[in-house]
C-alpha cells in the first residue's frame, strides 16, 4: 500500500534553514508527481510546492526563492530545501502525492519558527 513518513522538522530560529525529507512506498515513485503542503494552527492546509517525476518543479509565491523541492528516485525520497524562514513558515508539513485517483498524506512533521 502506498506509505509517505515525513522526517526532519524542528525548531528553527527566523533566517534559518532546514530540510524536509518523504520517504515514500508502494508505488512507482519515480513517474509520480510529489507536492509539499503545510497546515498552521486554525489555517487551511496550503499548497507549498509540486515536483514531476522528471523534476520540474513549481511554487506558490509565498515560498518562491525561499524553498526547493528535489526527489532522489533512487531512493524512492523527496525532499524540501526550507531557507529564510519566518515565523509565519510555521506549521506541520505533509508530503502527498496521487495514484490512481486517490490522494495519499504523510502523517506530517512540525516546522516551528522561533526566536
Known amino acids: 500500500q502506498v506509505q509517505l513518513v515525513e522526517s526532519g522538522g524542528g525548531l528553527v530560529q527566523p533566517g534559518g534553514s532546514l530540510r524536509l525529507s518523504c520517504a515514500a512506498s508502494?508505488?512507482?515513485?519515480?513517474?509520480?508527481?510529489m507536492a509539499w503542503y503545510r497546515q498552521a494552527p486554525g489555517k487551511e492546509r496550503e499548497w507549498v510546492g509540486t515536483?514531476?517525476?522528471?523534476?520540474?518543479?513549481s511554487y506558490p509565491d509565498s515560498v518562491t526563492g525561499r524553498f526547493t523541492l528535489s526527489r532522489d528516485n533512487a531512493k524512492n525520497t523527496m525532499y524540501l530545501q526550507m531557507t529564510s524562514l519566518k515565523p509565519e513558515d510555521t506549521a506541520v508539513y505533509y508530503c502527498n502525492t496521487y495514484y490512481y485517483k486517490r490522494s495519499y498524506w504523510g502523517q506530517g512533521t512540525q516546522v516551528t519558527v522561533s526566536s
Open positions: 508502494g508505488f512507482i515513485f519515480s513517474i509520480n508527481n
Open positions: 515536483i514531476s517525476g522528471a523534476g520540474s518543479t
